[in-house]
């Protein structure tokens, strides 16, 4: 299994909080990934990372803000949590950048947002 | 912009039996590759099988195979002689062949009956 964890694995939390996420990975690969999986909406894309500071925007980004300061690291955050982002948060890493390789997936994270 | 869609919510098939499910999706790229991911009740998200959109020979991986249709946008999975721990939620997914980006469907339940 690849090296990534997510921490924590569950919260619950209060809205108008902010929430961090965080996903760690072992294997140095370049790119990561921050999905939330919701029920008819399958995975969807939050943001991702391809570098050490180099961020981009996915398609349900508004609400979400990343860091990723060091290789192993990528951090999420929701600087005023709502209850529409009460989910499932799956982080993902890849390698291949001009061939697309399999993305490992995180065992994810259970966000209640009260 | 690239959509995967799904169009069996829930699947059931009888243990030893063959299934087959179903994805399509539309892009204007050349170049791409399509997945099928699983997610058993425990969560994690596990690569059943993969497809460079280049190559006209379907893949195969032991029991799983696809359909690979690339005129008709079409990238069914199938899975023969079913087992019980075939049940789980089942993801079609596309990758662009540069940036790395993944687009998800909807998802398929298939449950494994005795």
């Known amino acids: 299994d690849a090296g990534i964890t997510q921490s924590p694995r569950h919260k619950v939390t209060e809205t108008g909080t902010p929430v961090t996420l965080r996903c760690h990975q072992t294997e140095n690969h370049r790119y990561m990934y921050w999905y939330r999986q919701d029920p008819g909406h399958g995975l969807r894309l939050i943001h991702y990372?391809?570098?050490?500071?180099?961020?981009d925007k996915g398609e349900v980004s508004d609400g979400y803000s990343v860091s990723r300061s060091k290789t192993e690291d990528f951090l999420l955050t929701l600087e005023s949590a709502t209850s529409s982002q009460t989910s499932v948060y799956f982080c993902?890493?890849?390698?291949?950048?001009?061939?697309?390789?399999?993305?490992?997936f995180g065992p994810g994270t259970r966000l209640t947002v009260l | 912009a690239q959509t995967v869609t799904q169009s069996q919510p829930e699947m059931s098939v009888q243990e030893a039996e063959t299934v087959t499910l179903s994805c399509t999706y539309d892009?204007?790229?050349?170049?791409?590759?399509l997945f099928w991911y699983k997610q058993p009740p425990s969560r994690q998200m596990i690569l059943v099988i993969r497809q460079e959109a280049y190559k006209q020979q379907n893949a195969t991986e032991n029991r799983f195979s696809v359909n690979f249709q690339k005129a008709a946008k079409s990238f069914s999975l199938k899975i023969s002689d079913s087992q019980l721990g075939d049940t789980a939620m089942y993801f079609c997914?596309?990758?662009?062949?540069?940036?790395?980006?993944?687009?998800f469907g909807t998802g398929t339940s298939l449950t494994v009956i005795p």
């Open positions: 993902a890493i890849s390698e291949s950048k001009r061939l697309v390789g399999e993305q490992f």
């Open positions: 990372s391809y570098g050490v500071k180099d961020t």
């Open positions: 892009t204007s790229e050349s170049n791409y590759y």
């Open positions: 997914a596309f990758g662009r062949g540069t940036g790395n980006q993944f687009y």
